[in-house]
């Protein structure tokens, strides 16, 4: 059954033994960041946490709870989206783009379940009160102080909202996106959107200020986990993050109409903060930030965002992460999005066997790729055509390995690869955009990338020398000790499927 509210799947995760209540009184001002620093670095990312007693900026003792860390392990993030393996949901979509309509009647009634299901996903109106809007701040009443912000790292800028759905709409096509930026408070009623050039809300904006037209936009936080995840999935610009939310919890998303625009927002929402970008307004200062790099984004200059109401639950929780040095809550979060979207990857690239980003590379500087290599060239191939998918193109290294290679696990990975490369034979740099937070490109978002070819090398590829075996046991010897394995003695906990 699909959970519907952010509440529901807090109850989830205490029950399954996810979840600590922390009943101590902590500061939003930079002690709550570092006990949920202390947690995520965790083996397997800690536990939830859901703070049940917050202290505000200003010393005032917070209304609601705040919740960290609940996406941040394997389990709760395959909790979250309702499926014991995050690969469930790509076998679907698998199951969906090879679905082809079979000859006879028979065949075409049998598909019709399946036709039915994509049809059940699509967001819908909610008739009546929602419940995201019990409770409605507007005029004086607006008060962004109030809110549990939280500040996280010594030099930021200021208190930030870190996990919110940022829900906007292009003007020319009419098209919603749903993202995820980082939001810094500037006062009690006005807020700096941290949308980078790449992003979709971004293009929403510049189109926006070419009409000198004034910019709705509202900010969800909390609401079914699906569509908490769907903001930071980097779908195309076409698709409907809630209609996709809808496909990943297999039940419509329910939407209703805003309070101060026309908008739609999640109905389930715990809270929507809705407001106006004034094209004509100057740019403010946002920053800086301690980011998911692990160093602090510098300050930079951004859209005002002037808050029109705060709606909410009348016992809402208050959702939030913490980014910084890795390994935190965004790795897991990043993970589904690996998992989920290989088999669209492997749609316009259909040697690509399984892809890895480690937590250490932050996405965008280091992705394994493994392949079923079949002529010369292929795993240049796959680089060039990786670097030409969406937000791919902002991966600074790519290292392609071999179909066998496990590239989820990085420690064999790189073994591989660094016993397979010749440097000057296998590396190839290019020119492209790069991340905004990399603070190393030679320039703002523009720099040079590399790609290492790791696979066995062909001789088509002027390597004329023998390729060794990788060194195995055979199986009969493997079958005879497993076999006289209990006997010897030796710590049991080295298991077979640890060899």
């Not at 499926?83 to 006879?104: A, C, F, N, W, Y």
């Not at 026309?262 to 929402?269: F, I, Y």
Request: aromatic share 8%; with cysteine; proline share 8%.
């Amino acid at each position: 059954m699909a959970i519907d509210t952010l509440t529901e799947f807090v109850a989830d995760l205490d029950r399954a033994g996810e979840l600590v209540r922390v009943t101590q009184p902590v500061s939003l001002d930079r002690e709550m960041c570092e006990i949920a620093d202390r947690v995520m670095k965790q083996p397997g990312g800690g536990q939830a946490l859901l703070f049940e007693r917050p202290i505000l900026i200003n010393g005032q003792p917070s209304a609601c709870p705040v919740g960290i860390n609940l996406f941040g392990s394997m389990r709760r993030m395959s909790m979250s989206l309702g499926v014991q393996s995050l690969d469930e949901i790509g076998r679907r979509i698998t199951e969906l783009m090879e679905m082809k309509v079979p000859e006879g009647l028979i065949g075409k009634l049998a598909l019709l379940p399946r036709l039915l299901e994509v049809g059940k996903f699509p967001p819908r109106s909610r008739r009546g009160d929602a419940p995201s809007q019990e409770i409605v701040w507007q005029g004086d009443r607006i008060d962004l102080d109030q809110l549990p912000l939280m500040k996280c790292w010594p030099q930021d800028g200021g208190p930030y909202i870190t996990f919110p759905m940022v829900i906007t709409r292009d003007p020319k096509r009419g098209i919603r996106n749903v993202g995820m930026y980082r939001i810094m408070q500037t006062g009690k009623t006005t807020l700096a959107m941290h949308w980078q050039r790449h992003k979709v809300g971004a293009a929403h904006w510049r189109e926006m200020a070419e009409r000198g037209e004034k910019m709705p936009v509202c900010i969800a936080l909390g609401a079914d986990p699906p569509s908490m995840y769907s903001a930071s999935a980097p779908l195309p610009p076409t698709v409907d993050e809630f209609l996709f939310a809808g496909f990943l919890r297999q039940k419509p998303v329910s939407l209703t109409k805003a309070v101060t625009c026309d908008l739609d927002v999640p109905a389930e929402a715990d809270f929507v903060i809705e407001g106006e970008i004034d094209p004509a307004e100057p740019l403010v200062t946002e920053g800086p930030f301690g980011d998911h790099t692990g160093f602090y984004s510098l300050a930079d200059l951004y859209p005002q965002v002037h808050v029109k109401a705060i709606t909410m639950r009348k016992s809402p929780i208050f959702p939030a992460t913490i980014v910084g040095r890795p390994p935190m809550e965004d790795f897991y979060l990043g993970h589904a999005t690996e998992r989920i979207f290989l088999p669209l990857l492997k749609m316009t690239i259909p040697e690509i066997v399984d892809y890895h980003m480690p937590a250490e590379g932050i996405f965008h500087n280091l992705v394994f790729v493994s392949i079923k290599k079949e002529y010369p060239g292929q795993a240049y191939k796959v680089m060039n055509a990786l670097w030409g998918q969406g937000l791919m193109s902002l991966a600074k290294m790519l290292v392609v390995v071999d179909a066998w290679v496990n590239v989820r696990d990085p420690q064999e990975a790189w073994w591989v690869a660094l016993n397979n490369i010749d440097p000057q034979r296998d590396a190839r740099f290019t020119m492209g955009p790069m991340d905004v937070l990399d603070h190393s490109s030679r320039a703002f978002t523009y720099g040079s990338k590399i790609g290492f070819d790791a696979t066995r090398k062909l001789p088509e590829e002027g390597f004329t020398r023998d390729w060794p075996d990788v060194i195995e046991m055979d199986d009969e010897t493997k079958q005879k000790v497993d076999a006289m394995w209990s006997r010897l003695g030796i710590d049991a906990r080295v298991t077979k499927a640890a060899r």
